[in-house]
């Protein structure tokens, strides 16, 4: 039996104006481009920095030397019993290890309704883990952090 014959698509440029519709992104004034949308893992790693960074330019004499860390989500054992998925993860250091703190993406954004949410998240979970390493109260760490947290 003979093949049929393809016959190429018409792209739908029919008055040489170029491609047009919603997947096709205009040029700026400057000729380029604008950037893509981020996808959530750079958002995350954005607000994870911020956080990350303000709160590290404040304590970093008090906290030596630490190292902070993002993965998509914890490395669960077989044996795990909880019903509930870890957040986040610290590691104390010792000798010339630094202490490590990873922070659990996938977790927190399940949890978060906006952008918004995700950073009052992520700004909790680093503040508690910051707090716990230097034996202090959460909101001595960081005034943003949640003071209706601390009455539980």
């Not at 004499?61 to 054992?77: K, S, T």
């Not at 950073?119 to 508690?128: C, D, F, G, H, S």
Request: hydrophobic fraction near 35%.
């Amino acid at each position: 039996m003979p093949q049929p014959e393809l016959v190429p698509r018409r792209r739908r440029d029919r008055r040489g104006r170029g491609m047009r519709g919603p997947a096709v992104q205009p040029l700026a004034a400057s000729g380029h481009r604008p950037p893509l949308p981020r996808s959530r893992r750079e958002v995350f790693d954005k607000i994870m920095l911020d956080v990350v960074t303000d709160i590290d330019a404040r304590w970093s004499d008090h906290l030596g030397l630490v190292e902070y860390a993002v993965e998509d989500a914890p490395q669960l054992p077989d044996d795990w019993d909880s019903g509930r998925v870890p957040l986040s993860s610290l590691v104390r250091g010792s000798g010339t290890t630094p202490t490590r703190l990873v922070v659990f993406r996938r977790p927190l954004e399940h949890r978060a309704a906006d952008r918004a949410d995700l950073e009052a998240i992520v700004l909790t979970i680093v503040v508690e883990q910051v707090a716990e390493l230097l034996g202090i109260e959460p909101h001595d760490v960081d005034p943003r952090y949640p003071s209706d947290l601390d009455d539980d």
